[in-house]
C-alpha cells in the first residue's frame, strides 16, 4: 500500500531532550516536507526537501534539523526541544511533477508534547 | 510573500444546506490553487484543484482573478462533510512552496 509513515505517533518528552521524528515514504516520491499544525495557525512549513541530498528550509524552521540520506526517508530532528514546539507535526510527499499541482500525500501525524 | 487568508475559523450549517468556504489569495501571478479536507481523525488529503476544474464528492471551486479568491462551494451539504478545510496556493519558481491557510471547520448539523 502506497503511504507515509510517521514514527512515533505520540510523544512526550521534557525540555532539551534530543528527539527524532521519522518520516518514511514507500512511493518513490522526491519531494518531501515537514509541517506543524498548531491551533489558529493552520499548517505551517518547517522545511522541505527536493530531492537526496537537497533541503531547504520552510517558514519556521528555528529548533529544527532535517537530513535526506535516502530518497524514503526524510526524519525531523529536535536537538534541543522547547515547550513551544508542542504541536501536531505532518510528513508529507510527493512526486515533482506532482508537486508542481500541488498533490502532497500526507502522513498520520504525530502528536508532540514537550513539558 | 504570497498569503492564502481564509476569513472563517468556524462555519456551521444544516444538512442539505448550500455551503460556500472562503479563500482569498495575494499573488500578482497566476498561482495554483487547491482545497485539502482532514477529516476527524485522518491525515490531510487533497479534495481537488483548480487547474482540473473537476468536481469532487459534489464541491467545486472556481478561480475567480478578478477578485483573487477560489469559494468552495456544494449546494447541498451533508453531515460527513463536517470536516476541516483548508485552501492552498503553489507558485512555480525554484522551491515549489506549498502554501496553507489557516483553515475553516465546517460543521453540517442534522
Known amino acids: 500500500e502506497a503511504q507515509v509513515t510517521q514514527n512515533p505517533r505520540y510523544l512526550i518528552t521534557v525540555t532539551g531532550k534530543k528527539l527524532t521524528v521519522t518520516c518514511s515514504q514507500n512511493m518513490n516520491h522526491e519531494y518531501m516536507s515537514w509541517y506543524r499544525q498548531d491551533p489558529g495557525l493552520g499548517l505551517r512549513q518547517i522545511y522541505y526537501?527536493?530531492?537526496?541530498?537537497?533541503?531547504d528550509k520552510g517558514d519556521v524552521p528555528e529548533g529544527y534539523k532535517v537530513s535526506r540520506k535516502e530518497k524514503r526517508n526524510f526524519p525531523l530532528i529536535l536537538e534541543s526541544p522547547s515547550p513551544n514546539q508542542t504541536s501536531l507535526y505532518f510528513c508529507a510527499s510527493s512526486l515533482r511533477e506532482q508537486e508542481l499541482k500541488g498533490e502532497q500525500y500526507f502522513g498520520p501525524g504525530t502528536r508532540l508534547t514537550v513539558t | 510573500a504570497q498569503r492564502v487568508t481564509q476569513p472563517e475559523k468556524l462555519l456551521s450549517v444544516f444538512k442539505g444546506a448550500p455551503v460556500e468556504l472562503k479563500c482569498n489569495y495575494s499573488y500578482s501571478g497566476s498561482p495554483e490553487l487547491f482545497w485539502y479536507v482532514q477529516y476527524s481523525r485522518q491525515r490531510l488529503q487533497l479534495l481537488l484543484r483548480h487547474i482540473s476544474r473537476e468536481s469532487i464528492k459534489g464541491f467545486t471551486a472556481d478561480l475567480n482573478k478578478g477578485e483573487t479568491s477560489f469559494h468552495l462551494k456544494k449546494p447541498f451539504a451533508q453531515e460527513e462533510d463536517s470536516a476541516m478545510y483548508y485552501c492552498?496556493?503553489?507558485?512555480?519558481?525554484?522551491?515549489?512552496?506549498?502554501?496553507f491557510g489557516k483553515g475553516t471547520l465546517l460543521t453540517v448539523n442534522p
Open positions: 526537501s527536493m530531492n537526496v541530498e537537497v533541503t
Open positions: 492552498a496556493s503553489i507558485t512555480g519558481g525554484s522551491n515549489y512552496k506549498l502554501t
